[in-house]
């Protein structure tokens, strides 16, 4: 048998038995965004860990030092943010080929520091190596919540509102520069490869969502639009109906599709990286939490779709008419 | 400027000014086996993480992969053992290659998950991906502690005795089978290499010495006992003598230096990877230590050596003659 039959998410259901010897503490295991353990009677530690590989996650000719070492870390940032916990620690495994200058490694840290900083969050450790071929970049973040204010998948309830804290897509059009081998020739192009190179990660809004109360579930979108909302529904045991014309895509991406004969509407859904929050929230509560994010972040929190009882994954146009949502999102072994 | 003239401490050295942005809850950065944080008042979490990759770390064909995914534990438990604390929680970032058999990844769990097993610790997370030539592991573990009795490595002081809970060499005995292709050809051959292999985590020690109350000090054997010791005199600002006779080597290893004219003791000092426990222990309180420990494991804390005052890294023997001990240990930049 083959990683190719089974797929990123089968191998990961292949793993997950036997995996907790000790569940006393345990909140949260393998299936989140982050793992979750309890310490002491209140709080609660929540850690996520994301492996980039060169020629995999990044192209070192595409990107700079800097831009390589923020990313490594914004995308752990996201997860704590998904979990609607404070970020607190990081740790950097860092292989390195022989050939690798230091001034390019000072840039990644450079980077990595910098949005740390931004955070308050701390570099505490890690491990230095040398790597035959490819540059690898291992970073573990962890955060701490309440336990009660947490956030996790599978809690999504029927009837529920989708939210979105941010655009999408931008990422994707951003990437295409990269795999084009192709410079971005003004500052709206520019604007959509930094979404690529320098997401925020939703630290604030995660917060947010996590102390309104009435949110039942949150992701971050890593893998796409799509996929990351089947992660909800497959694990809530629930469905959702997304409407086409409230997705929110940047006017620069439409111009960026339209130039190029793509749709920014699959980009949006299956594109990926974006690193915004998806949310469902209880939809008495929806507008007052609408209100609540704009007036906090003068900002809208955009309102996407909903969660059905029935399991299907639908799109509803703006003449009605729906069809399914098939996963498109990233399977490393597909 | 090339790593290679900085080296793999040098380097470390280098990315760590401005790593801790909030200090508040840090009680330990960058710089000892494991990084340290507060979780409320007396609770604090230990956190470690060790990066392998393949044909740096390990040879796919030379090793099984059911010995590969337990050692790559393996080596994070023996951190949380020479901090004092116990391990709880692994999170496994895996970077795999195309073509690798799922039997094979299946094997590197089995190995992990038996280890796991072994300590009540949990695989509570991760990270799955692609890679593009070598097989990438990154293991993170965290451990719990109470806050007063952790161990760490720069609180050496004058007159401590050196203790070190096991043997010391056997492992790069057992490496030399590996870097020659060759396999072990008798039982005592086989327990060399396992040595290598399937290192047991000094997990129980490491509690045992941080509840005795008397060690000031103490590090897991990766890099080798003579940089490892090092590492703890430069930290504390000591200097160590070590009695050549009292080094502990295996019988095994006696006679595998005898017949190839290999020197067992530059095995012991520069070997590394042998993962037992090296502390520095109140003088006065030594020979009870020494004491309870057999009384507690029927084992041997084998007694090797003196703190000085003196920063000097000596070897003394059996006829009181004095020599300079160099650092031998590995630099992945070197």
Chains 1, 2 share one sequence.
């Not at 404070?86 to 292989?95: D, E, L, M, T, Y």
């Not at 497959?234 to 620069?252: H, R, T």
Request: charged share 25%; net charge negative; with cysteine.
């Amino acid at each position: 048998m083959n990683l190719k039959d089974i797929g990123e998410f089968g191998f990961i259901k292949r793993i997950t038995p036997d995996s907790v010897n000790n569940p006393v503490n345990v909140m949260r295991a393998i299936g989140d965004d982050a793992a979750v353990f309890a310490i002491g009677k209140n709080e609660c530690v929540v850690l996520t860990t994301d492996l980039l590989v060169e020629r995999v996650h990044f192209i070192k000719e595409a990107m700079t030092g800097y831009q390589l070492g923020y990313k490594s870390l914004a995308v752990n940032l996201s997860d704590i943010a998904a979990m609607g916990a404070v970020p607190q620690h990081a740790f950097v495994s860092i292989g390195i080929p022989k050939e690798t200058s230091i001034e390019y490694l000072d840039e990644i840290y450079r980077g990595m520091k910098d949005l740390a900083k931004q955070y308050n969050v701390n570099i505490l450790g890690g491990d230095t190596t040398s790597s035959i071929v490819d540059l690898i970049i291992n970073v573990a973040v962890t955060g701490v919540a309440k336990k009660k204010s947490l956030l996790y998948r599978n809690t999504a309830k029927e009837g529920d509102v989708i939210f979105c804290t941010g655009l999408l897509g931008d990422s994707k059009a951003g990437l295409d520069f990269i795999l084009k081998s192709e410079q971005p020739k003004n500052v709206h192009e520019k604007r959509l490869f930094e979404a690529h190179c320098l997401p925020r990660p939703h630290i604030e809004e995660g917060l947010f969502l996590a102390n309104s109360g009435v949110v039942h579930s949150c992701i971050d979108i890593s893998d796409g639009l799509s996929s990351d909302l089947m992660h909800i529904a497959e694990e809530s045991n629930v469905g959702f109906i997304l409407q086409e014309d409230a997705i929110p895509v940047s006017p620069d991406l439409l111009h960026y599709c339209k130039e190029h004969g793509y749709s920014a509407i699959e980009y949006a859904l299956a594109g990926g990286e974006d690193y915004v929050l998806v949310c469902t929230a209880d939809a008495k509560k929806a507008t007052k939490l609408e209100n609540d994010f704009y007036k906090t972040f003068k900002r809208t929190l955009y309102r996407i779709g909903t969660i059905t009882k029935e399991k299907k994954y639908l799109m509803q146009k703006n003449d009605g008419t729906l069809s399914d949502i098939k996963p498109k999102g990233w399977d490393h072994f597909a």
